[in-house]
């Protein structure tokens, strides 16, 4: 990994309220913890999203979300920003960033980091 990319992911880490033990682990390994979200398809539908973040939602989160379906195909950027509209009352909210392959990052940010993790993200957001 350039070290670049790393200060990038660590900056990113810390943003996301990562606990310091695991920023430690990112520092020595350069790898990344799957506590936020995950990875799905460029092509992912809302379906595809709400299953990818399911396993990292609070109950809260997860209740705001009980009554999104996918009933028409969304666009993934569309989706995310449904999705986003529906935690507004939630501690997170969700962002998308290019993985510049075929696949996005789906995350989510603690609201009192959204702004600075857009700003810091600003070029890779879906």
Known sequence: ??????????????????????????ERSGEDEAHHGGTVDSRATLDDVVATIDSVLTPDERAALTSVHDATPTPLEDAVKLLDHKLIKCQRGLRAL???????????VPRPNLASFDDANRHWMV
């Open 1 to 26: 990994m350039r070290e670049s990319n790393k200060k990038h992911l660590l900056a990113t880490a810390r943003l996301l309220g990562l606990d310091p033990p695991v920023i430690e682990r990112m």
């Open 98 to 108: 290019d993985s510049f392959g075929d696949s996005v990052v789906v995350i989510l």
